[in-house]
């Protein structure tokens, strides 16, 4: 009877030894620590609450300040942006109606209604500098040098997608396409490492931060490429069926799949600096740490384990 009972014993330990075994492989994994810093900082409502300040906030500041800007740094925004919208056809001609009508905006707008356009398109960088933030566990900061920093992102993306723009137009066709979308992944590339470096108020080395941007960049360029096959589809169908909110459902599918590029790029880049193996090593160079000298120390990672659940839980501090 003793020996019955042991065997039965032994033959549940064994899976149960199995499975921690494989537990352990796979929390050696990059791929499992990524997913659980995305775990961490509650990806999926993350990238919701992203997307929906982009599309309330962000989206109509790019309206608005393109109004009041030249008319061929304004045709140059409407052309990268169609392109990373994927948008053709009637949408692409309302979108462009938006644009196009700039002495109406400006009309409607003025410099009192430009200055608060400013004011809530913070929103959205406040949300994406959270993201950050959480990535890399860096303590919350707030005062008028946060506010600052994001005003001149906004600057910083306007111009870089004026330029990316006005190159579209200029590589056209054949080789010029490659160009363009091999230059258009190194301009992209740089501005998310240098969203990420500039958010995080400086705090961590920007040695460290160039994967963030470049797997930002290749996410965030496969993803418009993607959207250009899907989403005119998308747009026509939803306005076909319910008018003007369904292009705007649309615009806010798309940037809820950009939203979730971001999050991946935002903590894919700290796993990777702060791995012991040799790519680690690498990304931090000869200093060997993320931080600059002087920085807060980092906030300690959870104390529990995480679940799926935790990627829909509401932040404390959203």
Known sequence: ????????????AEPQGRGAAVRTWLERMLLWRIWERLLEVEFVDRSVALAGKAFVSFFPFVIVVAAFLPDRTRT???TALAARLGLHGDALSLVQGSFS??????????????????????????????VYVRAWRRPHRSGID????????????????????????LFDGGLGVAVFVLLSLAITAGVWTFTAWWLLLGDVRARVLIPTGVITGL???????????WMPEVVTRNEHQFGFFGVA?????WFSGAAICLLVGACAGPVLAESDGRLGRFI??????????????????????????????TGEDE
């Open 249 to 253: 459902l649309a615009l806010v599918t």
């Open 101 to 130: 009508s700039s002495d109406d905006v400006r009309r409607a707008t003025g410099l009192f209604g430009l200055v608060l356009t400013i004011f809530f398109a913070s929103s959205f960088t406040t949300s994406l500098q959270r």
């Open 284 to 313: 931090r160079g000869d200093e060997d740490r993320v931080l600059k000298p002087g920085a807060a120390p980092p906030l300690p990672p959870p104390s529990r384990d995480l679940g799926l659940r935790d990627a829909f839980r």
């Open 146 to 169: 946060v506010y600052w920093h994001g005003v001149t992102w906004l600057a910083v993306i306007m111009v870089s997608t004026a330029l990316q723009g006005a190159l579209r137009s």
């Open 219 to 229: 996410a965030v360029t496969a993803f418009a490429l993607s959207a250009s096959v």
């Open 76 to 78: 140059s925004i409407i």
């Open 1 to 12: 009877m003793a020996e019955e009972k042991g065997r039965a014993q032994t033959g549940v």
